[in-house]
């Protein structure tokens, strides 16, 4: 369940399977990392099962994700999250599944 509403969204970001028990960073487009994440858990479905980090509760605004401890030089996706909805994105892969970041 989301906590979204008057002044909160969520993000919801896909991963390939290979990606499952990692964790995402999250910060706010231009701010400090500070270590703020989740991990990627299966979500089982009635016919298949996808892997996803959930971050709910979000104010509206730009935020950055990186694999958590990943290189300060970037961050590997940016989403936007509007109030009351839920931005959903799929992370970037390379050929073996996951970012090198």
Known sequence: MLDIGPGAGAAVVM???????????????GEAWRGTHMAVRPRYGTEETRYVAIFGSLPQGSYEFRLRGGCA????????????GVALAHWPVTDSGMRSR
Do not use: K
């Open 15 to 29: 991963t390939p399977e290979s990606m499952g028990g990692t964790e995402i960073e999250i910060r706010r487009a």
């Open 73 to 84: 030089a970037g961050p590997a996706l940016t989403l936007q999250v509007e109030e009351g």
